[in-house]
């Protein structure tokens, strides 16, 4: 541990593969969070407790950490050790396809000045080129990357996960720290939207909802029995992100709801371009939920969370994903059930199946921990095969789904002409057969009104042929699916343009579309 490097230096990216970036981008993602993990660079004590050993104060937050013994010397080894490219293989081979990476501003080159962490950024001297090296080990197993800002300058939310012990939000009470919070998700951008595998970012992690926000946000309000609530989302942070090149304009931007699933849906709703809502979802922080059986709580997850979820998704055309989520539950509410292994095996897999089909996408807190072998509740890899299924392929296994990025399926052309390879396809479904059989379908099923006109039909016939395509494309890459949808069709409509989809016929694209994707993904299951 006394002999680290002084310099790591940071890795290139592959090239950019535009094709290949859209798909990771758009398909639903089955995810885990690196919580604590390399290089996840906002350590809890309950994750890995080891770390905090030579911790100064409350030994509970990065900064205690930070301003210990050997803060550096512990932080690269642990960095270095606890996620090795075993793990991203074994999650790839199970059917994950995305990771969520919190990290912290002190992580990023330069942004430790004039912050808490001014006398400690030495600790942080190669932590950008960790953050580089797990993106690029990712990038091996086709694996999407999602970089959440888990902790900014001055807290968002005064927790211990924001890098901070002292509760104190001090991100909004300052100009200083919202510039600068700006900064870094303008670098952030820079760096990242030509990555082929990073999927997004995150602007901020949890954000706490006051009316304090109001000058962050972007000054439009929602009102909820009388009281302005504001939402972390600036209109200048997505404006800056957005400016920073013509790669970032069509970059996904993923946007925590504040834990207000419902009125946070309508500013989604307002915007054309790739903004995500994430809403995290738990049941043990309240006393509500420590003394609701856990039978109970699955009901609800079943019946009155999916509904709601449903609902916010439709409305926001597919646009959000669940991005942390567990399987933990009190040990009060699982107290009088007969069988609790059961009761959290249904309550966890009740999330999973809920969330999988109202949303485009879920990412378990956390992949793994110190005691996993003990904690089904929190820790991925022992939930999987006893409250988690074994594999989360939506298709059954595929050998292209570890295929490496470098040796991508040719996504170059646009739907309606692209031909792929036809390995791990079912027999006879060679292109031209493929796109005859689909369009005799589209023919017999599509029941026309005398009024529609000539290119009413063009335009549902292109959906059609381009969902259809759509949903092999996705199989094809790594037996997934497409997930965000509306998204997809809208931008796809926008690429297009007037000459190939005539004005007003949109939403006979949008049918057919819809039509096609159902009908391809069929050939596959």
């Known amino acids: 541990m006394d002999n680290l490097p002084q310099d790591i230096p940071v890795e290139p990216f592959s090239p950019f593969d535009f094709a290949t970036a859209n798909i990771m981008r758009y398909r639903k993602q089955r995810s885990v969070n690196l919580g604590s993990c390399c290089p996840r660079f906002v350590h809890e ?44 293989y074994y999650l790839s081979s199970i059917g994950i396809n995305t990771i969520r990476l919190p990290i912290g501003y002190w992580s990023l080159p330069g942004f430790c000045k004039d912050t808490p962490f001014s006398d400690f950024a030495d600790v942080y001297h190669n932590s950008w080129s960790f953050i580089v090296h797990a993106i690029n080990m990712a990038a091996k197993f086709r694996m999407g990357v999602l970089v959440d800002l888990h902790g900014a300058p001055g807290s968002q939310n005064g927790q211990p996960h924001s890098g901070i012990s002292d509760k104190h939000v001090g991100l909004f009470k300052t100009s200083e720290n919202m510039e600068k919070t700006l900064a870094i998700l303008t670098f952030l951008t820079q ?86 809502q994430d809403h995290h979802s738990y049941f043990v922080f309240t006393p509500q939920d420590e003394s609701k059986p856990a039978s109970q709580h699955t009901k609800e997850i079943e019946t009155s969370m999916s509904a709601s979820l449903a609902t916010a998704s439709v409305h926001q055309r597919g646009n959000l994903v669940v991005d ?81 990025i470098s040796n991508p399926v040719d996504t170059s052309i646009e739907p309606s002409t692209r031909t792929t390879p036809s390995r791990d396809l079912p027999a006879n479904t060679s292109l031209p057969f493929f796109r005859q059989r689909l369009a005799v379908i589209h023919s017999r099923r599509t029941n026309r009104d005398i009024g529609d006109t000539k290119a009413e039909q063009q335009s549902s016939t292109r959906g059609y042929l381009d969902g259809a395509l759509t949903a092999r494309l996705f199989y094809e890459f790594d037996a997934s699916k497409l997930g965000f949808t509306g998204q997809y069709v809208e931008d796809t409509i926008r690429g297009l343009g007037p000459d190939v989809i005539a004005p007003s016929t949109e939403a006979y694209y949008h049918t057919g579309f819809m039509r096609g994707l159902s009908d391809g993904e069929a050939q596959f299951s």
């Not at 030579?54 to 996620?83: M, P, T, Y």
Request: with cysteine; charged share 20%; hydrophobic share 40%.
């Open 45 to 88: 004590n309950w994750i890995t407790p080891s770390v905090f050993e030579c911790a100064s104060g409350d030994k509970v937050s990065e900064l205690d950490i930070a301003s210990g013994q050997n803060a550096r010397a512990i932080l690269e080894n642990h960095w270095n050790s606890f996620i090795s490219e075993s793990d991203l």
């Open 191 to 276: 760096q990242l939207c030509n990555v082929t595998n990073v999927v997004g970012i995150q602007i901020l992690n949890e954000p706490q909802n006051n009316p304090a926000l109001v000058d962050f946000c972007e000054l439009r309000v929602f009102h909820s029995e009388g009281n302005v609530i504001a939402f972390v989302i600036d209109t200048r942070a997505v404006s800056a992100m957005r400016q920073v090149s013509s790669a970032a304009e069509a970059f996904p931007i993923y946007v925590h709801d504040g834990f207000n699933l419902e009125e946070f849906s309508d500013f989604i709703a307002g915007r054309t371009d790739f903004i995500v």
């Open 324 to 404: 942390e989520w567990s399987c933990a539950l009190t040990p009060q509410s699982l107290s009088n059930e007969p069988d609790e292994a059961v009761a959290r095996q249904n309550f966890c897999t009740t999330q999973m199946e809920v969330y999988s089909t109202t949303t485009a996408g879920w990412s378990f807190w956390t992949y793994k921990k110190e005691g996993c072998d003990s904690d089904p509740a929190w820790c991925f890899t022992t939930a999987v095969g006893t409250s988690l299924p074994s594999d989360f392929f939506v298709y059954g296994q595929s050998s292209n789904s570890r295929r490496s």
